[in-house]
Each structure stands twice: as structure tokens, then as C-alpha cells.
T-cell receptor, first 114, second 116 residues
Framework: GAGVSQTPSNKVTEKGKYVELRCDPI?????LYWYRQSLGQGPEFLIY????????DSGLPNDRFFAVRPEGSVSTLKIQRTERGDSAVYLC????????????FGPGTRLTVL | GQQLNQSPQSMFIQEGEDVSMNCTSS?????WLWYKQDPGEGPVLLIA???AGELTSNGRLTAQFGITRKDSFLNISASIPSDVGIYFC????WGAGGTSYGKLTFGQGTILTVHP
């Protein structure tokens, strides 16, 4: 079956621009997570959704970052006024329920801010 | 943000050798997980541990959940070239009533290189 997919796989943008990163979770998974992975580091939690609502957004670094999941499936991570420090791989994961330990990760979107 | 302390940072070994890596935390977790990440891919779950003191195997992989709930180790026996990759430990904290907070806290990773 299809796994978690993320688009685009690579995104190059200029400082100050707005970007959107998309995540398609595994069908039927109610929980969706966003993580950010900087070079040489492990993934760091950003936000997670249970259904349509953001149950925990404590990992978002500042108010330039925002994420939505309007219909409880696809999610979009939005970054305003991008900065060079936002360059990283943005990973999305989904799991069957919020209580499930098995989070299935997508391949990530590599964001480069010039 | 918080990350777990994972060591060693990298390992260079010969095919057939055993490998050991560990992870420590200043705070308690009640689930420990080990993931492997290949270049250009997301992390893939290898082993999950749910109980302090638990020792779990998955093929050539063995992992243990420390008694203090603040550490875990992963062993790989008889390494093969396809074991190459980055290994991450991750901790997860469950709330009252068994409800998971969901988010994973990761270590910095161990880069494994296997020479044929």
C-alpha cells in the first residue's frame, strides 16, 4: 500500500519568500506529525494533529510557521518570510491513532533558503 | 529543542563484526524506539520497547530499555553491508491513562559504515 508522501521533494527559495510543504498521510491514519531535521541532527518535533485539530504545536519555532489539516487527511506546513536558518529537511509522519507508537515517516522535503 | 544523547556519533566496522550504540536522557520516557534512516529517506522503525528492563530482539538486532527509564542500547550482530545508515534512538512519553502525547524526542544519530 501507499506510504506517507511529501511534495515537493526539494524546494529552493529566496530569503523572505513564502513556502508551502505538503504531506499526504497513510489512508485512515488519524494522527499526523511534522518534524524538522537539520544537517547532522535527529528530527525535532514541530506539531501534531489528531484529526483536523492541532493537538500539540509546542515545537513550532515562531509565528512564521503554521500548519493546517482542514479535512483530517492532507496537511500543509506553511512558512512565511523564510530565513536561511529555516533550511532543513521537513519530515511528515502519520500513525493510526494518537496512542500508536509506530509513526510512519515520509521521505521529507529538503528546503533550501538562499 | 531537547535531544537525547546518543553515542558513538559514528562507527566504522568490518562486515561480520558486532555493533553497539546507546542513548541516554536526563528525563524519563516510557517508550524507547530505535529507527534507521537511509539517505533521502525518512526514518524506519526497527524496534520498540515499552517496559523498563525489557530486552527485545528483531533478527540480528537486540535492544534494551534501561531500568531507570533514562537509557537504551541497540546491538547489531554479524553486521552486513546493508546495515549502513544512520541509527536514531527516540523516546516517547505517555500521559496519565496511557494516552500518548505523540511526539518523539530523537537522539543525534549514529552513522554506521560497514566495510566489506
Amino acid at each position: 500500500g501507499a506510504g506517507v508522501s511529501q511534495t515537493p521533494s526539494n524546494k529552493v527559495t529566496e530569503k523572505g519568500k513564502y513556502v508551502e510543504l505538503r504531506c499526504d498521510p497513510i489512508s485512515g491514519h488519524t494522527a499526523l506529525y511534522w518534524y524538522r531535521q537539520s544537517l547532522g541532527q535527529g528530527p525535532e518535533f514541530l506539531i501534531y494533529f489528531q484529526g483536523t485539530g492541532a493537538a500539540d504545536d509546542s515545537g513550532l519555532p515562531n509565528d512564521r510557521f503554521f500548519a493546517v489539516r482542514p479535512e483530517g487527511s492532507v496537511s500543509t506546513l506553511k512558512i512565511q518570510r523564510t530565513e536561511r536558518g529555516d533550511s532543513a529537511v521537513y519530515l511528515c509522519a502519520s500513525s493510526l491513532t494518537r496512542d500508536s507508537d509506530t509513526q510512519y515517516f515520509g521521505p521529507g522535503t529538503r528546503l533550501t533558503v538562499l | 529543542g531537547q535531544q537525547l544523547n546518543q553515542s558513538p556519533q559514528s562507527m566504522f566496522i568490518q562486515e561480520g563484526e558486532d555493533v553497539s550504540m546507546n542513548c541516554t536522557s536526563s528525563s524519563i520516557f516510557n517508550t524507547w524506539l530505535w529507527y534507521k534512516q537511509d539517505p533521502g529517506e525518512g526514518p524506519v522503525l526497527l524496534i520498540a520497547l515499552y517496559k523498563a528492563g525489557e530486552l527485545t530482539s528483531n533478527g540480528r538486532l537486540t535492544a534494551q530499555f534501561g531500568i531507570t527509564r533514562k537509557d537504551s542500547f541497540l546491538n547489531i550482530s554479524a553486521s552486513i553491508p546493508s546495515d549502513v545508515g544512520i541509527y536514531f534512538c527516540a523516546g516517547q512519553l505517555w500521559g496519565a491513562g496511557g494516552t500518548s502525547y505523540g511526539k518523539l524526542t530523537f537522539g543525534q544519530g549514529t552513522i554506521l559504515t560497514v566495510h566489506p
